[in-house]
């Protein structure tokens, strides 16, 4: 295990639910001396205890290990502000409004940052009806793809889960979408903003061959 419970950390937290070190140790069937050593450095607690000090302490077992407590303040949520985690060993994605401790498979995930979509990673948008037609300019093999194409909106969220050997695809009803993010299994997480004034077009308008051409262009100047 790459991490472990610290004193600091349940001290910490014991503290924060206006618990004694005896009270703690009361409810773990512990002494409170054993408490104490934890705090101090001097010991650690025994793996079968986690579960047993996470419920006492109010957190998850994730959150115990890593010492990082995720407070829900969902007050006015905007899923503009959305989170995304992807495990590297099974592909799990994983969404979240707000700090989380997330682990999957074992590992401790960390909330993907995302990047501005770049030449190495294109992205074609295309307005055809009410649909956004999207394409990633991208292989797809085993080894090298696009796992997942997310359209968000400022009230909801759009996933398109993708797999090696299939197309970079995706198609998403308008509604309002603000912004586009995709998922590549080496490089991360890219996302492109869709304006205003492409939003704004009517919704008969059918842009395809404007969109293409623009595409053939980009493929010239970056190759």
Known sequence: MDQYVTGATIRALRESKGLTQAQ????LFVSDKTV????NG????????????AEALGVSVAEL??????RNGNVSANMLRSG????????????????????????????????RSDEA?????EGVEDEYYVRIDHEMTKRHYISFIAALSPDRLQLVK???????????????????????NRDGLYYVDVHRSFDARPASRDDTAERRSLEQTAKRIFG
């Not at 001097?42 to 000090?53: Q, V």
């Not at 290990?65 to 995720?70: E, K, N, T």
């Not at 994983?94 to 498979?105: K, V």
């Not at 990673?121 to 948008?125: E, N, Q, T, V």
């Open 84 to 115: 995304f985690y992807v495990c590297p060993v099974c592909g799990n994605v994983i969404h979240s409004m707000g700090e989380a401790a997330i682990t999957c498979c074992g590992v401790l995930l960390s909330r993907a940052e995302a990047e």
């Open 42 to 53: 001097k010991g650690y607690p025994d793996i079968t205890l986690l579960e047993g000090i």
């Open 121 to 125: 990673h294109m992205i074609f948008i």
């Open 24 to 27: 703690l140790a009361e409810r």
């Open 36 to 39: 104490s050593k934890w705090e």
């Open 162 to 184: 993708l797999y090696p050997e299939g197309p970079a695809e995706a198609r998403f009803p308008v509604r309002a979408v603000k912004r586009i993010l995709y998922w590549c």
């Open 65 to 70: 290990l890593s010492g990082r407590v995720a």
